[in-house]
């Protein structure tokens, strides 16, 4: 199994990205998503996450400005980024708790895309 995530890039503040990753390999079924971020000389944070039922909770510095979705008939997730501050700069990473097939459940993450919030 291996999560790809993709959408990264450079936007001005009060700008948008949509970020995605996609699971692909012998997947029975993924529990929950998560999009975590991790600023230069801090901690990964979660900023969002949504189950399989699609509840959703999010950090609350993102509330309102972000959304999480998921499609499960293609195995991805998104982060749907608005209205974005320079503190939002981080590199995000997706991360899924997969059970993959003949295999227990265990969390996968992607490699990180980059999102850089500047004028």
């Known amino acids: 199994v291996q999560l790809q995530a993709s959408g990264g890039g450079l936007v001005q503040p009060g700008g948008s990205l949509r970020l995605s990753c996609a699971a692909s390999?012998?997947?029975?079924?993924?529990?929950?998503w998560g999009w975590y971020r991790q600023a230069p000389g801090k901690q990964r944070e979660l900023v969002a996450i949504?189950?399989?039922?699609?509840?959703?909770n999010y950090v609350d510095s993102v509330k309102g400005r972000f959304t999480i979705s998921r499609d499960n008939a293609k195995n991805t997730v998104y982060l749907q980024m608005n209205s974005l501050k320079p503190e939002d700069t981080a590199v995000y990473y997706c991360?899924?708790?997969?059970?993959?097939?003949?295999?227990?459940?265990?969390?996968?993450w992607g490699q990180g895309t980059q999102v850089t919030v500047s004028s």
């Open positions: 390999g012998s997947i029975f079924s993924i529990n929950y």
């Open positions: 949504i189950s399989n039922l699609g509840s959703t």
């Open positions: 991360n899924a708790l997969i059970k993959a097939d003949m295999e227990r459940s265990r969390d996968y």
